[in-house]
Each structure stands twice: as structure tokens, then as C-alpha cells.
């Protein structure tokens, strides 16, 4: 079995703790995320009003951490929808 383990959790750091260093961008997106759920890159960029390569950064950085999820889109199948994960209980 193969187990996936982001660096962020190697040392032992939440990954709500790591938003810390991360670039504005992932910050804002995390915030747009929390406020208004799932939703996809073309939702992102208009919310957050970034560039489309800005937010795919942000994005990509939000899944290193390990904070963001990926589902399908059922009603585009070429397009993602991302969220937060949700924090385990006992967290803080």
C-alpha cells in the first residue's frame, strides 16, 4: 500500500497552520473557498478576481498543503470542483 503524506504533515505543522506561508493568492482563495463552499477555477477567477494562472498556482499550493479537495463536476466533466477538506474534529 502506498500512502501520499504532504511535506506539511511530515513536520508535524496543520495544514490550517501552513496557510501562514503561503502567497496571498492561495490565502484568497482559501477565504473565497470558506465563505462560499465548492467551487470551480472558472468561479474562482471570477470571484477572486485573479488571473487564470494565479489561481491555478493558488490552487496547486492550497493541494500541496493538503487543504484542498478535487470532485468531478457533474455538469461540465472537464471541469474540477474544489473545496476545503474538512477539519477533523479535535483540531483546533
Same mark, same amino acid.
Given at each position: 500500500?502506498?500512502?501520499?503524506?504532504? *511535506? &506539511? *504533515?511530515?513536520?508535524?505543522?496543520? /495544514?490550517?497552520? !501552513? $496557510?501562514?506561508? =503561503? /502567497?496571498?493568492?492561495?490565502? =484568497?482563495?482559501?477565504?473565497? =473557498? *470558506?465563505?462560499?463552499?465548492?467551487?470551480?477555477?472558472?468561479?474562482? +477567477?471570477? @470571484?477572486?478576481? #485573479?488571473?487564470? @494562472?494565479? &489561481?491555478r498556482?493558488?490552487?496547486? @499550493? =492550497?493541494?500541496?498543503v493538503? +487543504? $484542498? !479537495? &478535487?470532485?468531478?463536476?457533474?455538469?461540465?466533466? @472537464?471541469? !474540477? $470542483?474544489?473545496? #476545503?477538506?474538512?477539519?477533523? *474534529?479535535?483540531?483546533?
Amino acid at each position: 500500500m502506498i500512502v501520499f503524506v504532504s *511535506e &506539511v *504533515e511530515i513536520q508535524g505543522v496543520s /495544514p490550517v497552520d !501552513s $496557510l501562514v506561508h =503561503l /502567497p496571498p493568492s492561495a490565502k =484568497l482563495v482559501y477565504r473565497v =473557498l *470558506e465563505s462560499e463552499g465548492a467551487l470551480t477555477q472558472k468561479d474562482l +477567477i471570477e @470571484r477572486t478576481t #485573479l488571473p487564470s @494562472r494565479t &489561481v491555478r498556482y493558488a490552487i496547486g @499550493r =492550497l493541494r500541496d498543503v493538503g +487543504i $484542498l !479537495s &478535487v470532485r468531478f463536476y457533474i455538469p461540465d466533466a @472537464r471541469q !474540477s $470542483l474544489y473545496g #476545503l477538506k474538512p477539519v477533523s *474534529e479535535g483540531v483546533v
